[in-house]
């Protein structure tokens, strides 16, 4: 959205209400937009309550499952369903599974995640690996490296939950992500010579995903997120809509809510 728009003298965010009035999915993201370190913002849950029939979280995290962050939004005053949050690390290990059961997999992520690829009939193993689902792993190791790097070497495929290289954390902390263990993986490979995938935003498949749960298509849809690089360029890319949002800049969740009645009936009598 062109943020210019107010400078001219128009209302505040009145463009992005607009749209998301309009708007048959709100895709929203996560981690640094709607919550941080999976606490959601007390601003989330007010827009929830205007917007959440219509709202799909679609967030780059590979360490969550949907229904963490449900039950977060839930602790926090929100009932919102596990349904309709899309994460990275479970597609990318969904996205695992449609290769087949048999397919040699080692999954690189936190153990809960392993636990949700074996409910998922993944054939998790630490040899003769044919295929490397890679998720942000708090105990990334010089071993698991060694591991992945000998197994795309000798032929392996590579599915990357996302290729972000930090997220925010609590007190302005940065995390790395995803995409840092990726890069040491790519110091060690020639990425031209790997079928690599990645999963996240900007990749186009957790846009179109969100859309068709809510039956729309991308441009009937608006992206909300914080990240230029990943929400915004990856919703533009599929012809959708996009609002660059951030706790403590110009423009927030709470920007976003539909002025008060009395806001409008008195912009009503002005005009
Ligand atoms: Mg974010």
Same mark, same amino acid.
């Given at each position: 959205?062109?943020?210019?728009?107010?400078? $001219?003298?128009?209302?505040?965010?009145?463009?992005? /209400?607009?749209?998301?009035?309009? $708007?048959?999915?709100? *895709? @929203?993201?996560?981690?640094?937009?709607?919550? =941080?370190?999976?606490?959601?913002?007390?601003?989330?849950?007010?827009?929830?309550?205007?917007?959440?029939?219509? #709202?799909?979280?679609?967030?780059?995290? &590979?360490? *969550? *499952?949907?229904?963490? %962050?449900?039950?977060?939004?839930?602790?926090?005053?929100?009932?919102?369903?596990?349904?309709?949050?899309?994460?990275?690390?479970?597609?990318? =290990?969904?996205?695992?599974?449609?290769?087949?059961?048999?397919?040699?997999?080692?999954? %690189?992520?936190? &153990?809960?995640?392993?636990?949700?690829?074996?409910?998922? !009939?993944?054939? @998790?193993?630490?040899?003769? /690996?044919?295929?490397?689902?890679?998720?942000?792993?708090?105990?990334?190791?010089?071993?698991?490296?060694?591991?992945?790097?000998?197994?795309?070497?000798?032929?392996?495929?590579?599915?990357?939950?996302?290729?972000?290289?930090?997220?925010?954390?609590?007190?302005?902390?940065?995390?790395?992500?995803?995409?840092?263990?990726?890069? $040491? =993986?790519?110091?060690?490979?020639? *990425?031209?010579? /790997?079928? #690599?995938? #990645?999963?996240?935003?900007?990749?186009?498949?957790?846009?179109?995903?969100?859309?068709?749960?809510? !039956?729309?298509?991308?441009?009937?849809? #608006?992206? =909300?997120?914080?990240?230029?690089?990943?929400?915004?360029?990856?919703?533009?890319?599929?012809?959708?809509?996009? %609002?660059?949002?951030?706790?403590?800049? &110009?423009?927030?969740?709470?920007?976003?809510?539909?002025?008060?009645?009395?806001?409008?009936?008195?912009?009503?009598?002005?005009?």
């Amino acid at each position: 959205m062109d943020r210019t728009v107010s400078a $001219a003298g128009f209302a505040p965010a009145e463009l992005e /209400i607009a749209a998301l009035a309009n $708007a048959k999915a709100i *895709l @929203l993201d996560w981690d640094g937009c709607a919550s =941080i370190a999976n606490q959601p913002f007390a601003m989330t849950i007010e827009f929830l309550d205007v917007y959440g029939d219509r #709202v799909v979280i679609v967030s780059n995290n &590979s360490t *969550l *499952l949907p229904t963490d %962050i449900a039950e977060a939004l839930a602790k926090a005053g929100a009932n919102f369903p596990a349904e309709r949050v899309l994460l990275a690390g479970c597609e990318a =290990i969904i996205t695992a599974a449609e290769s087949g059961r048999d397919v040699r997999t080692l999954v %690189i992520g936190p &153990s809960r995640m392993k636990a949700f690829a074996k409910k998922n !009939n993944l054939n @998790l193993v630490q040899k003769d /690996i044919e295929l490397v689902v890679l998720l942000r792993d708090t105990r990334f190791s010089y071993a698991k490296l060694d591991r992945a790097v000998q197994a795309l070497r000798q032929g392996a495929r590579l599915i990357v939950a996302n290729p972000d290289k930090t997220h925010p954390g609590l007190n302005g902390a940065l995390v790395p992500e995803t995409g840092a263990l990726f890069a $040491a =993986i790519a110091a060690c490979v020639d *990425l031209e010579t /790997i079928d #690599v995938a #990645v999963i996240g935003k900007p990749s186009a498949g957790l846009f179109e995903k969100a859309c068709r749960s809510l !039956n729309a298509t991308p441009d009937q849809a #608006v992206m =909300i997120g914080d990240n230029p690089l990943t929400d915004i360029a990856g919703a533009r890319a599929v012809g959708m809509g996009s %609002i660059l949002v951030a706790p403590g800049s &110009s423009l927030t969740l709470k920007d976003l809510l539909p002025p008060p009645a009395s806001w409008a009936q008195r912009t009503a009598q002005r005009v």
